[in-house]
Protein backbone atom coordinates (compact mmCIF):
# COMPACT_ATOMS: atom_id res chain seq x y z
CA UNK A 1 0.00 0.00 0.00
CA UNK A 2 0.76 4.12 -0.12
CA UNK A 3 2.00 5.37 3.09
CA UNK A 4 4.55 8.19 4.54
CA UNK A 5 6.69 7.60 7.75
CA UNK A 6 8.06 11.24 9.54
CA UNK A 7 10.12 11.70 12.21
CA UNK A 8 8.04 12.69 15.57
CA UNK A 9 8.25 15.57 16.76
CA UNK A 10 8.24 17.90 17.98
CA UNK A 11 11.36 19.72 17.00
CA UNK A 12 13.16 22.46 19.04
CA UNK A 13 15.98 24.27 17.79
CA UNK A 14 17.50 27.61 18.32
CA UNK A 15 17.37 30.13 15.60
CA UNK A 16 20.04 29.65 12.93
CA UNK A 17 20.36 25.75 13.62
CA UNK A 18 19.78 23.03 10.77
CA UNK A 19 17.42 21.37 10.34
CA UNK A 20 16.27 18.18 9.40
CA UNK A 21 13.07 15.97 9.35
CA UNK A 22 13.20 12.89 8.13
CA UNK A 23 10.64 11.35 5.76
CA UNK A 24 10.35 7.42 3.87
CA UNK A 25 7.41 6.49 2.03
CA UNK A 26 6.10 3.57 0.94
CA UNK A 27 4.85 3.57 -2.55
CA UNK A 28 3.37 1.74 -5.73
CA UNK A 29 5.59 2.93 -8.46
CA UNK A 30 7.13 6.29 -8.26
CA UNK A 31 5.20 8.83 -6.53
CA UNK A 32 5.01 12.57 -6.78
CA UNK A 33 6.28 13.53 -3.38
CA UNK A 34 5.71 16.63 -1.17
CA UNK A 35 6.41 18.74 1.82
CA UNK A 36 3.22 21.22 3.27
CA UNK A 37 3.48 23.68 6.06
CA UNK A 38 0.63 24.13 8.31
CA UNK A 39 0.84 27.94 10.40
CA UNK A 40 -1.64 27.61 13.87
CA UNK A 41 -4.87 28.22 12.85
CA UNK A 42 -4.62 28.09 8.66
CA UNK A 43 -4.99 25.52 6.07
CA UNK A 44 -1.62 23.48 4.14
CA UNK A 45 0.91 25.60 2.13
CA UNK A 46 2.33 23.43 -0.31
CA UNK A 47 6.46 24.25 0.69
CA UNK A 48 8.02 21.83 -2.56
CA UNK A 49 8.06 19.20 -4.63
CA UNK A 50 9.51 16.82 -6.68
CA UNK A 51 7.84 14.57 -9.15
CA UNK A 52 11.09 12.08 -10.37
CA UNK A 53 13.91 10.43 -8.43
CA UNK A 54 16.96 12.50 -7.66
CA UNK A 55 14.94 15.61 -8.24
CA UNK A 56 15.62 18.74 -6.05
CA UNK A 57 12.90 20.20 -4.50
CA UNK A 58 13.72 24.13 -2.82
CA UNK A 59 11.62 26.89 -1.64
CA UNK A 60 12.43 29.60 1.03
CA UNK A 61 15.72 27.91 2.02
CA UNK A 62 14.38 24.12 2.61
CA UNK A 63 15.52 21.56 0.06
CA UNK A 64 14.31 17.85 -0.46
CA UNK A 65 15.53 15.25 -2.70
CA UNK A 66 13.66 12.55 -3.62
CA UNK A 67 15.67 9.23 -3.55
CA UNK A 68 14.56 6.25 -4.54
CA UNK A 69 17.27 3.90 -3.24
CA UNK A 70 16.35 4.56 -0.21
CA UNK A 71 13.36 5.95 -0.43
CA UNK A 72 13.20 9.37 1.25
CA UNK A 73 12.52 12.38 1.37
CA UNK A 74 14.13 14.42 3.77
CA UNK A 75 13.39 18.17 4.30
CA UNK A 76 16.60 20.00 5.21
CA UNK A 77 17.17 23.56 5.64
CA UNK A 78 20.63 25.56 6.41
CA UNK A 79 19.51 28.44 9.12
CA UNK A 80 15.95 28.17 10.78
CA UNK A 81 13.94 31.03 11.75
CA UNK A 82 11.73 31.75 14.44
CA UNK A 83 8.89 32.16 11.20
CA UNK A 84 9.80 28.65 9.92
CA UNK A 85 7.81 27.84 13.43
CA UNK A 86 5.02 25.52 12.04
CA UNK A 87 3.91 22.05 11.54
CA UNK A 88 5.30 20.12 8.71
CA UNK A 89 4.00 17.24 6.72
CA UNK A 90 5.64 14.73 4.20
CA UNK A 91 2.62 13.67 1.66
CA UNK A 92 2.94 11.83 -1.76
CA UNK A 93 0.67 11.28 -4.24
CA UNK A 94 1.21 7.53 -6.33
CA UNK A 95 2.10 7.82 -10.00
CA UNK A 96 -1.04 5.26 -10.51
CA UNK A 97 -3.39 7.28 -8.49
CA UNK A 98 -6.11 8.81 -10.80
CA UNK A 99 -6.71 11.50 -8.50
CA UNK A 100 -5.37 13.97 -6.17
CA UNK A 101 -5.59 11.75 -3.19
CA UNK A 102 -2.72 12.61 -0.99
CA UNK A 103 -1.52 10.05 1.70
CA UNK A 104 0.07 12.35 4.41
CA UNK A 105 2.51 11.80 7.07
CA UNK A 106 1.42 12.71 10.80
CA UNK A 107 3.64 16.10 11.02
CA UNK A 108 6.62 17.33 13.31
CA UNK A 109 6.10 20.18 14.87
CA UNK A 110 8.77 22.46 14.78
CA UNK A 111 9.60 25.64 17.10
CA UNK A 112 12.54 27.83 16.72
CA UNK A 113 13.49 29.72 19.82
CA UNK A 114 15.33 33.22 19.10
CA UNK B 1 -6.44 35.45 -7.45
CA UNK B 2 -8.74 35.07 -4.09
CA UNK B 3 -7.75 31.45 -2.55
CA UNK B 4 -9.74 28.41 -1.37
CA UNK B 5 -12.49 29.59 0.79
CA UNK B 6 -14.48 27.27 3.42
CA UNK B 7 -17.54 28.33 5.41
CA UNK B 8 -18.31 28.32 7.98
CA UNK B 9 -15.05 28.41 9.68
CA UNK B 10 -16.70 27.13 12.92
CA UNK B 11 -19.22 25.29 14.05
CA UNK B 12 -20.42 23.13 16.92
CA UNK B 13 -23.14 20.76 16.71
CA UNK B 14 -24.39 18.20 18.77
CA UNK B 15 -24.39 14.47 18.93
CA UNK B 16 -26.89 12.91 16.29
CA UNK B 17 -27.50 16.37 14.03
CA UNK B 18 -26.21 16.80 10.69
CA UNK B 19 -23.82 19.43 9.27
CA UNK B 20 -23.08 20.86 5.75
CA UNK B 21 -19.29 22.21 5.11
CA UNK B 22 -18.77 24.53 2.06
CA UNK B 23 -15.69 24.78 0.15
CA UNK B 24 -15.24 27.40 -2.71
CA UNK B 25 -12.08 26.22 -4.77
CA UNK B 26 -10.05 28.26 -6.77
CA UNK B 27 -11.63 30.20 -10.11
CA UNK B 28 -10.94 27.62 -13.18
CA UNK B 29 -9.85 24.75 -10.63
CA UNK B 30 -11.97 21.54 -11.03
CA UNK B 31 -10.97 19.35 -8.75
CA UNK B 32 -11.83 19.62 -5.00
CA UNK B 33 -10.69 17.09 -2.36
CA UNK B 34 -11.57 16.67 1.23
CA UNK B 35 -9.44 16.17 4.25
CA UNK B 36 -10.29 15.35 7.81
CA UNK B 37 -7.74 16.41 10.24
CA UNK B 38 -7.85 15.30 14.21
CA UNK B 39 -4.54 15.14 16.44
CA UNK B 40 -4.85 11.04 16.91
CA UNK B 41 -4.93 10.12 12.90
CA UNK B 42 -3.33 13.02 11.39
CA UNK B 43 -4.91 14.15 8.12
CA UNK B 44 -7.03 11.16 6.32
CA UNK B 45 -8.14 11.68 3.11
CA UNK B 46 -12.29 11.48 2.58
CA UNK B 47 -12.89 12.59 -0.99
CA UNK B 48 -12.23 13.85 -4.31
CA UNK B 49 -14.82 15.47 -6.61
CA UNK B 50 -14.09 16.20 -10.38
CA UNK B 51 -16.32 17.93 -12.65
CA UNK B 52 -19.25 17.26 -10.18
CA UNK B 53 -18.62 13.21 -10.30
CA UNK B 54 -16.61 11.45 -7.17
CA UNK B 55 -13.57 9.87 -8.23
CA UNK B 56 -11.85 9.08 -5.44
CA UNK B 57 -13.24 7.97 -1.94
CA UNK B 58 -11.29 7.50 1.21
CA UNK B 59 -12.40 4.50 3.92
CA UNK B 60 -14.90 7.13 5.41
CA UNK B 61 -18.45 5.52 6.65
CA UNK B 62 -21.38 6.53 4.53
CA UNK B 63 -22.12 9.23 7.13
CA UNK B 64 -19.54 11.54 5.48
CA UNK B 65 -21.03 12.36 1.75
CA UNK B 66 -20.78 15.18 -0.73
CA UNK B 67 -20.84 17.31 -3.82
CA UNK B 68 -20.15 19.12 -6.44
CA UNK B 69 -21.84 21.97 -8.37
CA UNK B 70 -21.24 22.65 -11.80
CA UNK B 71 -19.22 25.86 -11.00
CA UNK B 72 -16.64 23.57 -8.69
CA UNK B 73 -17.53 24.62 -5.58
CA UNK B 74 -18.10 21.27 -3.29
CA UNK B 75 -20.06 20.57 0.05
CA UNK B 76 -19.70 18.10 2.63
CA UNK B 77 -22.33 16.49 4.85
CA UNK B 78 -22.29 14.37 7.97
CA UNK B 79 -25.02 12.53 8.89
CA UNK B 80 -25.61 11.47 12.50
CA UNK B 81 -22.69 12.99 14.30
CA UNK B 82 -20.40 11.45 16.27
CA UNK B 83 -18.17 12.83 19.13
CA UNK B 84 -15.03 11.36 17.37
CA UNK B 85 -16.41 13.45 13.84
CA UNK B 86 -14.58 16.75 15.50
CA UNK B 87 -11.56 17.33 13.84
CA UNK B 88 -10.43 20.20 11.22
CA UNK B 89 -11.90 19.44 8.14
CA UNK B 90 -10.12 20.88 4.75
CA UNK B 91 -10.72 21.02 1.45
CA UNK B 92 -8.00 21.78 -1.33
CA UNK B 93 -8.30 22.44 -5.04
CA UNK B 94 -6.65 22.09 -8.10
CA UNK B 95 -6.60 22.96 -11.97
CA UNK B 96 -7.05 19.68 -13.11
CA UNK B 97 -7.29 15.84 -12.33
CA UNK B 98 -3.88 14.84 -11.87
CA UNK B 99 -1.13 14.68 -9.79
CA UNK B 100 0.75 17.23 -11.99
CA UNK B 101 -0.75 20.00 -10.75
CA UNK B 102 -0.99 21.36 -7.71
CA UNK B 103 -3.16 21.73 -4.84
CA UNK B 104 -4.43 24.80 -3.22
CA UNK B 105 -5.74 24.25 0.60
CA UNK B 106 -8.36 26.31 2.46
CA UNK B 107 -8.12 27.18 6.02
CA UNK B 108 -10.31 25.04 7.11
CA UNK B 109 -14.04 24.37 9.07
CA UNK B 110 -13.56 23.73 12.51
CA UNK B 111 -16.01 20.82 13.97
CA UNK B 112 -16.48 20.50 17.33
CA UNK B 113 -19.36 17.84 18.02
CA UNK B 114 -20.71 18.06 21.82
Known amino acids: GNSVTQMEGPVTLSEEAFLTINCTYT??????LFWYVQYPGEGLQLLLK?????DKGSNKGFEATYRKETTSFHLEKGSVQVSDSAVYFC?????????????FGTGTSLTVIP | KAGVTQTPRYLIKTRGQQVTLSCSPI?????VSWYQQTPGQGLQFLFE???????NKGNFPGRFSGRQFSNSRSEMNVSTLELGDSALYLC?????????????FGPGTRLTVT
Open chain 2, 92 to 104: ASSLAGTSAYEQY
Open chain 1, 27 to 32: ATGYPS
Open chain 1, 50 to 54: ATKAD
Open chain 1, 91 to 103: ALIPLTNTGNQFY
Open chain 2, 27 to 31: SGHRS
Open chain 2, 49 to 55: YFSETQR
